[in-house]
């Protein structure tokens, strides 16, 4: 897959048009990566000056759903006099989805912001490389061929690239930021053209097939660890609710506590919430403290939203996600019905 | 008499003999993290790790805690304390900087007007094994603020690991009468002494996170209002990662469960984060810290201005968690690095 | 003749049965329910009703909660598609349902814990017939026991 | 004002105090759960103060027990425990109002239709739902809020869908009260079913007679707005406030340049079956449904027309009135009440194989032979066998032809009309030919009406019809006559009997429209089993539906005769009046309202809201979030359904009410 190569070309168009987009005035400022202080993460930046363009980087540990920042606007975005500036968004295909979503949802507006596509091959599933490395510090990450190769003290390891991608990348079609009417389209490079991936989603066939006991059981183990701080609720660029339904009083609908029924019940409504939102950039999973697997549930939403409603979020601006449309013939074999 | 040689094998011995007495607590693996949990084998006993991913602080102040049940008889309400406070404990390999959190967790719960009964009994039950920090991670930074990867402070016994055997040294008292149960661990030799003092010099050398903190504090004290607060919580998605993991975080929420199905309930005590935005909000709708870029601000001039101005200490033990669990890579050092340029930066400007 | 005719009594060893929330919108199915009384069709003694203006008004924080209270089972019932006196809340309810639906499955729900019917305020027969149905179905599945609390 | 007006009204501010009143409904509760017992509960319950029992609460003693202790102050919130809310909800909201409570603060257990009426054999069973029911109404009461009545004036004007005999004589009482009445007829003439008839039972006036003058009075009438060859296109919407849309379908005659001179009808070449003749006679593709239609209007069947364009030339249409190129015209109108009046379809009885409808060409159906006997009809009253156009020396009829039907797929009701327009029929024939033998086969004669006994006694007696008490299992052609030969038992003889008929009229059924779904899914009203539309209460509210300000009347609600249909016309005239003459009605403050702190703006509710209620609003202290026009919103929660953020809330169904009575499982 030759990543390191593709990503310098990336990185040195990417730097190339921001150049140009901040020089002409098309944009006022730009949000994107650069290089993390850790050897497995990278950090959001925003720049406002041709000085600063050359920070920018494109890797496979740009995991954060930069979206995240518009909705609301961070302070640098918003001008006091000028109101909202024109921001650049650094955009891989999920980052562009969730804008385009969050336009569907009145919370953007396509019109001030600059999508700089990326055409993205997967970001590294950090957490599981982590627990294999295990008690051992990870110095540097580097991404040579088809591996990702890690190094510490006094191990090195590599990891087939492929294997260790995030779950949610594996059958991601949607490589680039969707390029529609209403959002510019600029896009750094090209990319193998992906359209031909049947997704029949047989990833989480296995998992469906369970028991209903069998699943529950993998799930609360999933979810046993968590820790309730709500960093899956905040990294995701859909949860943008004045006051999430945890949080809620008047009446308190669940507990707060990190017990597992109440554990269970946050993440099962959060997906239900997520449901035809999802623009499957895994940013909730990888950004987990206790490194839960939240891939599992996203993808069940993706296969629900698409078979019953042949719907996949973040496409289209105009077009109503399936919670706030409906049709008289919808299925409904799930009813009860006489015998 | 104080110094003793516990061999790596004899671990399992030392379980069984002590689980009778104490609940024994310690480091094991739970779907890939090292975390501190009540150890029903000896077998789950993980002593060769970097850190836990949630510090011991668990033990002590966990998560979830139930401060009182009440039942419903008729239409009276019966209140009923928790009868498990007296139970001992035994936290068993803790790294120096999350035995010294135990320290500040103290001041916090002792001073002032509210003494935190639960907490503190619970502390007073609890006998604290260290164990010294042979290979700190670029992360760590406890050198910075006052400790030592072979800290002794806060701990009862403390562990060095020297290969196949590990140092045995009773600190406090009640290390002294730990260790004088465990009659059968053999005598300490001078050799053992001095692998030990090697070890704690080399691990002392491999810091590269050094702070220059009362610098920091004082930068702090003058700068409420600095513009580079914008720049530091920008990137900042306020996901509370990093209070979480602290060590030294101490807020917590009250909150009434209620059971109607079995005509009772309890008032218990989750963790709460002053990254929340809810955390500050009033009644009224008025919220003090209304923006990240107050909660973000918040959180270091807790750690480094009003915890040395409360307790006279700073209120980080420097285990590095927040830098390693920030999702946006948004780290301590990175912040403190600018907080303290703007001392540079003033310090330009006079000499100019 | 005002005397109860059975005196009623609480039985030991009798078989588990099955306590089910229902939530039933007000102009179809509720009316639906009393006809099934007015025509005196019987069905088990399992069903607490709980009268909605629409199905469309029925949170999924309902039925979750209904399930972390402890109700063995959570019935929904609406008009018929087409049929719903406010339109169209019947169609926006059956897409939140249909994904709640697979989602509880997904997460390890027996699927026949939560079941969503139609009945118009014509079916008292056919209110009754599900009610029995879903009865039994619950019934079958054994108490709701996954959401109960350590104490 | 009246003595209640006075009063202080109790608002229910204070912590609550639960007044809850378990009624014995007679034996309908007492009889299967213990009462007592049940109020014993009861007063366990958090914040409950007062249990009481009583045989009947809904009687003016009843309410008086409930009255005094909310006079006395021991209470503020009122729970009864009793029979369906939709039953007499009203009732006691207006007791408490009565006795200074607020009557929102009102909460019923219905442990009658979903108690005891469903586990009268389970009386175990039936207790512990009566118990569940009480704890969750409890639940509920404890955390109603007092509410304001919404008033909304009534648009004093009434929508009257359907122009037959029914829809007729309400917009004719309607007017003579003062109202304007929309008159929306979808055939191209007023008169609906009953212009077909020849004579009336059981008094053999003529039906012409007495119908047209009404139909020249409704033409004449300056209150009501006669829309024929009209259909009624969408309704939104409330009580007091619809807003309708109707459709006028094109004649492709210019109505205004027509002189009715019937030159065109002559010269059109297309003849097609008549409907108003149910195909006993042939009409042009332009046509006037019946001599005596209101309007006499001419009207283009485009299903038929080939546009030859004879029609259209001025030597055939010296006005030049023709336009094929006519198109709907929509008129939107607003409209305080609406009555429903659609009639019925006849049965055809064609599926019946056994009775050779479409398949022997002597079987013809009653209405068909209504027209057969009418003096204007296809042969002039004289009727005649299809096969050869001549006297019939013999008819037989068949009764209860798709009605009474208990097998898959019939009928299971009485069609009400069948046996007394057979005898009729029967009697007008044998007036005109006393020496023809006439035959009813019966299941049981119903004749319940005034004076129908009276009428079927003489027809036996008088006229000599023969009634034969049997059901015919099979008819057969004669192939040399098309005769029919019938056998069938006697069962009162108990013997086998066969005859041939020169004519054979099967009773067919009254159905509910075809298309009547069309008119439910349009108005929001329900369908009763039988397929007819559902009255509010079979009993008290015959005229209403459930939803406010329609009403139904004549067959569209069952099978009756015209006096029966005519005496509903009234009724509904007179319920639309009772709401319109008011000037406002009140509804119930049901609404959706917004948390502004909560609201994110999503916009999710906007979409999902089927009335354009919610609509995005600028806030100065939380941005674009939404709100609720309380003018538009029904409060049926679609909205707040599907909220995230818990933001949309239904006032009467509030979220906190819904989730204490979940936590009330126990």
């Known amino acids: 897959m030759g990543l390191e190569t593709v990503n310098k070309d990336i990185e040195t168009n990417l730097r190339e048009i921001a150049r140009g987009l901040l020089k002409d005035k098309k944009v006022d400022v730009i949000i994107g990566y650069k290089k993390g202080t850790l050897p497995l993460l990278s950090q959001p930046i925003i720049i406002d000056s041709e000085e600063e363009v050359d920070k920018l980087i494109w890797n496979n540990l740009c995991y954060v759903n930069l979206a995240k920042y518009l909705v609301p606007r961070v302070p640098r975005f918003v001008d006091s006099e000028k109101g909202n500036l024109k921001v650049g968004v650094v955009s891989k295909g999920c980052v562009g989805r969730a804008l385009i979503h969050l336009a569907s949802e009145n919370k953007i507006n396509l019109d001030e912001i600059t999508i700089i596509g990326i055409p993205c091959n997967g970001v590294i599933n950090r957490q599981r490389i982590e627990m294999e490395i295990g008690e051992k510090e990870i110095l540097e990450v580097s991404v040579s061929g088809d591996n990702i190769i890690v190094k510490g003290k006094d191990f090195e390891k590599e990891f087939p690239f492929d294997e260790y991608m995030n779950d949610l990348c594996k059958g991601c079609k949607i490589r680039k930021p969707p390029l529609v009417s209403k959002a510019p389209d600029l896009c750094v490079g090209e990319c193998e053209e992906y359209s031909n991936i049947v997704d029949d989603f047989s990833d989480i066939a296995e998992f469906e097939a369970l028991t209903p ?57 959060r997906a239900m919430h997520m449901a035809g939102r999802c623009v499957a950039c895994g940013a909730c999973s990888l950004v987990c403290p206790m490194g839960i697997d939240l891939n599992k549930i996203n993808r069940k939403l993706e296969k629900i939203v698409k078979e019953r409603f042949d719907f996949t979020s973040g496409l289209d601006p105009d077009v109503l996600p399936p919670m706030v449309d409906f049709k008289m013939d919808d299925a409904q074999e799930f009813m009860l019905e006489e015998d | 008499m104080v110094e ?84 001992k404990l035994l936290i068993f390999g803790v790294r120096p900087c999350d035995a010294y959190s135990f320290k500040l967790l103290e001041d916090f719960f002792a001073s002032g007007d509210f003494q935190d009964d639960i907490f503190l009994k619970k502390r007073e039950n609890a006998t604290i094994i260290g164990i ?37 040294e009773a600190i406090s008292e009640k290390g002294k009468e730990l260790v004088k149960k465990l009659s059968w661990l053999a005598d300490a030799k001078k050799a053992d002494m001095e692998k030990s003092k090697e070890l704690a010099k080399l691990a002392e050398d491999s810091f590269t996170t050094k702070f220059n903190f009362d610098l920091v504090t004082k930068v702090l004290d003058e700068n409420f209002e600095h513009p580079v607060w914008q720049e530091i919580s920008e990137s900042c998605i306020g996901c509370s990662s990093c209070t979480f993991l602290c060590p030294t975080c101490t807020c917590f929420d009250v909150i009434d469960e209620n059971d109607e199905y079995n005509n009772r309930g309890r008032r218990i005590r989750i963790w709460d984060t002053c990254q929340s935005c809810l955390y500050t909000l009033e009644t009224s709708g008025h919220n003090p810290r209304p923006a990240k870029i107050q909660r973000c601000r918040n959180r270091i001039m807790h750690k480094f201005s009003y915890y040395p101005s409360n307790y006279d200490c700073l209120g980080c033990v420097g285990c590095g968690r927040c830098i390693t669990a920030c999702p946006v890579n948004n780290e301590l050092r990175l912040i403190i690095d600018k907080i303290l340029e703007i001392q540079e930066k003033s310090g330009e400007k006079v000499s100019a | ?47 607490r009703i709980v009268r909605v203006p629409c199905s469309g008004r029925i949170n999924a924080y309902f039925i979750i909660k209904s399930l972390t209270d402890g109700w063995d089972g959570v019935l929904i019932s609406g008009c018929h598609p087409g049929d719903c006196h406010y339109i169209s809340g019947n169609l926006v309810a059956r897409r939140r349902f249909a994904i709640l639906k697979e989602l509880l499955e997904f997460f390890g729900i027996e699927p026949g814990r939560v079941n969503f019917m139609w009945a118009s305020a014509a079916e008292g027969e056919r209110f009754a017939v599900l009610v029995r149905k879903a009865t039994e179905i619950v019934k079958k599945l054994g108490p709701n026991t996954k959401f109960e609390k350590k104490w | 004002m009246t003595e209640t007006d006075k009063k202080i009204e109790i608002m229910g501010n204070e912590k609550p105090r639960i007044g809850i009143y378990v009624c014995h409904c007679g034996v309908n509760i007492g009889g299967v759960v213990s009462v007592p017992d049940l109020v014993e509960y009861a007063k366990t319950l958090p914040d409950v103060t007062v ?56 909460e019923m257990a219905n442990i009658r239709e979903h108690s005891t009426w469903v586990h009268m054999k389970d009386t175990e069973g039936a207790y512990e739902v009566a118990k569940d029911h009480i704890r969750l109404a409890i639940a509920k009461a404890r955390e109603l809020a007092p509410l304001a009545v919404q008033k909304v004036k009534v648009e004093p004007t009434t929508l009257i869908i359907g122009a037959g005999i029914t829809g007729m004589n309400s917009a004719l009482n309607l007017s003579a009260a003062g109202y304007k009445v929309y008159l929306v007829e979808r055939s191209a003439t007023i008169g609906g079913h009953m212009a077909q008839l020849d004579k009336t039972f059981p008094t053999m006036d003529c039906s012409s007679c007495i119908l047209t003058p009404k139909m020249s009075e409704i033409s004449r009438d300056k209150n009501i707005e006669l829309l024929t060859y009209s259909e009624v296109e969408e309704v939104t919407g409330y009580v007091g406030n619809f807003e309708v849309t109707i459709k006028k379908k094109p004649h492709y005659v210019d109505q205004e340049k027509c002189n009715g001179c019937g030159i065109c009808v002559d ?35 485009m299903d038929s027309c080939v546009v030859c364009g004879i029609c259209a030339r001025e030597s055939v249409c010296e006005p030049l009135a023709i336009n094929y190129d006519d198109k709907p015209e929509y008129i939107t109108v607003d409209i305080g009440t609406i009555i429903v009046a659609t009639g019925y379809d006849e049965y055809d009885p064609s599926g019946l194989k056994q009775y050779g409808y479409g398949k022997y060409d002597n079987v013809i159906t009653g209405l068909q032979m209504e027209r057969l006997l009418s003096s204007f009809g296809p042969v002039i009253g004289k009727p005649v066998k ?76 008088d006229y000599g019809i023969n009634y034969v008490r049997g059901r015919i299992a099979e008819v057969r052609e004669n192939p040399l006559n098309h005769n029919i030969i019938i056998r069938s038992e006697d069962t009162l003889l108990q013997q086998p009997i066969e005859v041939e008929v020169e004519l054979f009229v099967l009773s067919a059924a009254i159905e509910p429209r075809a298309d009547s779904d069309s008119i439910t899914t349009l108005l929001r009203i329900q369908k009763s089993a039988d397929g007819f539309f559902l009255e509010a209460h079979p009993k008290l509210r015959p005229v209403d539906t459930l939803t406010e300000g329609i009403f139904i009347a004549g067959v569209s609600q069952g099978p009756k005769d015209i006096p029966d249909s005519v005496a509903q016309a009234k009724a509904a005239a007179a ?35 089927a009335y354009g209620a919610i609509e995005y609003v600028d806030d100065r202290r939380f941005g674009t979030i939404a709100s609720v026009n309380v003018a538009l919103c029904k409060g049926c929660g679609a909205c707040s359904g599907n909220c995230r953020s818990s933001a949309i809330d239904i006032i009467g169904f509030s979220s906190e009410q819904l989730h204490s009575m979940i936590t009330k499982r126990q």
Request: glycine share 6%; aromatic share 12%.
């Open chain 1, 213 to 269: 006991e069998e699943k529950w059981n993998q799930i609360t183990e999933e979810l046993s660890v968590c820790t309730r701080c709500y960093a899956c609720r905040e990294a995701c660029p859909m949860c943008y609710c004045n006051l999430c339904f945890v949080d809620q009083n008047k009446p308190v609908w669940f507990g707060k506590t990190t017990d597992l029924p109440d554990v269970f019940v946050y993440h099962l409504i």
């Open chain 2, 4 to 87: 003793k040689i516990l061999k790596k094998d004899d671990i399992g011995k030392l379980y069984s003999e002590l689980e009778k007495e104490y609940k024994f607590y310690a480091p094991t693996k739970v779907k890939g993290n090292i975390a501190f949990k009540h150890i029903l084998n000896a077998e789950e006993i993980e002593l060769d790790y970097l850190n836990s991913k949630v510090p011991p602080k668990d033990v002590l102040f966990p998560q979830k805690e139930t401060i009182f049940e009440y039942r419903y008889e008729g239409k009276e309400v019966i209140i009923e304390e928790r009868k498990d406070l007296d139970d």
């Open chain 2, 132 to 168: 010294g920090c042979n290979s700190p991670r670029q992360s760590c930074f406890c050198t910075s603020v006052g400790g030592h990867p072979f800290q002794k402070e806060s701990t009862d016994v403390f562990l060095s690991d020297l290969g196949d055997t590990y140092l045995v």
């Open chain 3, 1 to 47: 003749m005002t005397e109860p005719i059975v005196e009623t009594k609480q039985s030991e060893n009798k078989e588990w049965e099955p306590k089910i929330i229902a939530f039933l919108c007000n102009w179809c199915s509720y009316a639906g329910a009393d006809l099934a009384g007015v025509s005196r069709i019987q069905y088990p003694p399992n069903i």
């Open chain 4, 51 to 106: 249990g009481r029992e009583y045989k009947f609460f809904c009687s003016d003693v009843g309410q008086k027990m409930i009255k005094e202790d909310i006079e006395a102050g021991l209470i503020n919130r009122v729970v009864v425990a009793a029979c369906s809310p939709r039953m007499h909800e009203p009732t006691f909201r207006i007791a408490c109002k009565e006795a200074g409570l607020n009557q929102f603060l009102f």
């Open chain 4, 267 to 301: 010269s059109c070449p297309i003849s097609v079956g008549n409907e108003f003749e149910l195909g006993l006679a042939t009409r042009k593709a332009i046509y006037v449904p019946f001599p005596q239609a209101v309007p006499s209007e001419y009207t283009i069947d």
């Open chain 4, 386 to 461: 299809p096969s050869d156009l001549k006297d019939p020396h013999s008819i037989a009829f068949l009764q209860c032809v798709g009605s009474r039907n208990f097998r898959e797929g019939g009928n299971k009701y009485c069609s009400r009309v069948c046996c007394m327009y057979a005898t009729k029929q029967a009697r007008q024939y044998k007036e005109k030919h006393p020496e023809a033998d006439i035959y009813i086969f019966y299941m049981d004669i119903r004749a319940f009406g005034k004076g129908y006994e009276e009428f079927y006694e003489s027809a036996a007696r």
């Open chain 4, 575 to 609: 319920s639309a009046i009772a709401l319109m003459a008011k000037g406002e009605v009140e509804i119930e403050p049901f609404f959706a309202v917004i948390h502004a702190d909560r609201c994110s703006g999503c916009g999710m509710c906007i979409e999902n809201c």
